[in-house]
């Protein structure tokens, strides 16, 4: 059964830093693409970054540049940092798994998600 679970989020002042986690489990992480997505209040749950089985990495243009996904195969487990967080950077934020080697274009096509965390950005 695949399973995601993501850390406890947190809340920093304009500027500041942030790490997520995610801990899968299920299957092997190398296998398939996974990413990670927000959602504020309000707005529609938009892609921040992916990385596919080939280790290709894309990131969304809000992010690029601030924020780098990466992954520890061993450990099962998908990172974000997050630097120069803003307060537009507000949202909750999950973790999730296409069932594909490549990662899909539309949300909709990743089969799992994390329950979410929240990160809050003080300006």
């Known amino acids: 059964q695949v399973r995601l679970v993501e850390s406890v989020g947190g809340s920093v002042e304009a500027g500041g830093s942030l790490k997520l986690s995610c801990q899968v489990s299920g299957y092997t992480i190398d296998t398939y693409c996974v990413g990670w997505f927000r959602q504020a209040p309000g707005k529609e749950r938009e892609r921040l970054a992916t990385?596919?089985?080939?280790?290709?990495?894309e990131y969304a243009d809000p992010v690029k540049g601030r924020f780098t996904i990466s992954k520890d195969s061993a450990k099962r487990i998908l990172y974000l940092q997050m630097n120069s967080l803003k307060p537009e950077d507000t949202a909750m934020y999950y973790c999730a798994a296409a069932m594909k080697t490549w990662c899909p274009r539309s949300i909709t096509d990743f089969d799992y998600w994390g329950q979410g965390t929240q990160v809050t950005i003080s300006s």
């Open positions: 990385i596919d089985s080939d280790d290709y990495k």
